[in-house]
DNA sequence: AAAATAGTGTCTATAAGACATTATGTC
DNA sequence: GACATAATGTCTTATAGACACTATTTT
């Protein structure tokens, strides 16, 4: 456990670190990732998103990479990172002055097939309404990341890194409607997102649910375009 | 002259500045403000824009108000300042590792009268069409800003910092055509703008042109508004 | 009266939003 | 055939965009 050196908080330069809030929805809530932070009056429990300290070498966006990887367990290749904001307040962290560049980060649930991935000890998906006593201004990033994600989903197809390869319409307004809060009229969506042509009908349909199969849809390509859709 | 240390460049942690990209309007162009560059090969010659590192007891916010105040020469009840994007490439500076928390600034330019905050010796207004060869990746920073203000002003009413007090809806119609560099027609932008509610008609007509008087308008708050207007 | 900009309205096309019924699977 | 969700269209209202003339001041 580090400690306070003599040298008073206030004196000391910053030091730079890169912090990821990372959202992913299942049972049709939205849930962040949580680790534990082994700081008194946390003692391990779970009440920080994963980051940590830029090496001499990496840039923030590595750094970043590299935290949500080692210390969040979600694998690089399921996970979409953007830089959110900097966080440069005096006090963040009660040891020593911390600089963090926040990402807000994206993964879809079910890609999240290791065991790793899902809820260990090291790591754990949270509802959004059930956060607990969280450290250092880690509410704070939460909230502004939320913001962020809700505010992109109305104005890109940002929401395409939340959903899996494949979906039915049912499943992309579902999202919507989890991300925004808010329920959206199925026909009305219906219309507006397959006018945009950012979806692509498959020749397959989802079949053997206890009703009629739907159509599956993908997007058509991996990139964030700003198109208008809620 | 600050030199090289004997330590190797990616061993070095990484110190924080605050940069900022002042923008401000006048002869129906955009102008970015720059200062001299006292580093080879620039030897002087206006090359960056404002900025230097943070204090130990100073935010990031707080360092960008006094780098662009001291040596951008603007006052600072003039100037509006937001976080931008942070800067980590690790050769940004070819002395020392140093990561930018870059901020986008507004200055109306019918405030700027004390000369310092025009042209000096000391930081000078550029056409952002007659940039010179920038120092470090400011010019990739001032890229990153003007998209930023142009994607801003289409929904929100950040405009509102660019416009002097007063003004009158030709002045704003310019405004909006200057930032965004494209026409914008007459009537209806003045149908759409007067909807929005944002604007307060004053008693009073700008009068002793050689043509009709046009009516003067203000904003009605200082607050930036989520309101799409272009 | 000439010059210069202020100020205004209509029409058309497109988008947004409210709203209910039929279709097709599984069990 | 009962159940459950998929899929679809119309009407109304609001918004966006194209477009040209009259009004009022100064000189």
């Known amino acids: ?5 003599p040298v008073p908080h206030e004196l000391r330069f910053a030091v730079l670190a890169a912090d990821a809030v990372m959202f992913t929805v299942f049972d049709g809530r939205l849930h962040v990732r ?6 008194p009056p946390y003692f391990s429990h779970l009440a920080g998103i994963p980051g940590g ?19 969040g367990g979600v694998l690089h290749e399921h996970l979409y990172l953007e830089q959110l ?6 006090n963040r962290d009660p040891r020593n002055r911390v ?23 090291a ?28 505010s992109r989903v109305t104005y890109t197809t940002i929401i395409k890194q939340l959903m899996p390869k494949e979906f039915t319409l049912t499943d992309l307004e579902v999202m919507y409607e989890t991300v925004l809060g808010q ?6 969506f219906r219309k507006k997102v397959l006018k945009t042509g950012v979806l692509q009908v498959l020749p397959r349909e989802r079949t053997g649910e206890q009703h009629r199969p739907a159509k599956l849809y993908r997007f058509l390509n991996r990139d964030i375009e700003p198109i208008a859709i809620i």
Not at 62 to 71: G, L, N, Y
Not at 124 to 134: A, E
Request: charged share 25%; net charge positive.
């Open 1 to 5: 456990m580090k400690h306070s050196s």
């Open 85 to 90: 904001y900097t966080f440069s307040a005096i």
């Open 183 to 188: 329920d959206i009229d199925k026909r009305n």
């Open 99 to 121: 600089v963090a560049v926040a990402y807000l980060g994206l993964v879809p649930w079910e890609v999240l097939t290791k065991t790793a991935e899902r809820d260990t000890a």
């Open 53 to 71: 300290l830029l090496a001499p070498t990496e840039t923030a966006d590595q750094a970043a990479v590299r935290h949500a990887t080692t210390k």
């Open 123 to 150: 790591a754990t998906w949270v509802r959004i309404d059930k956060l607990p006593k969280l450290a250092y201004d880690h509410r704070e990033i939460i909230r502004v990341g939320l913001e962020r994600l809700r």
């Open 34 to 39: 949580l680790i534990p932070v082994h700081l």
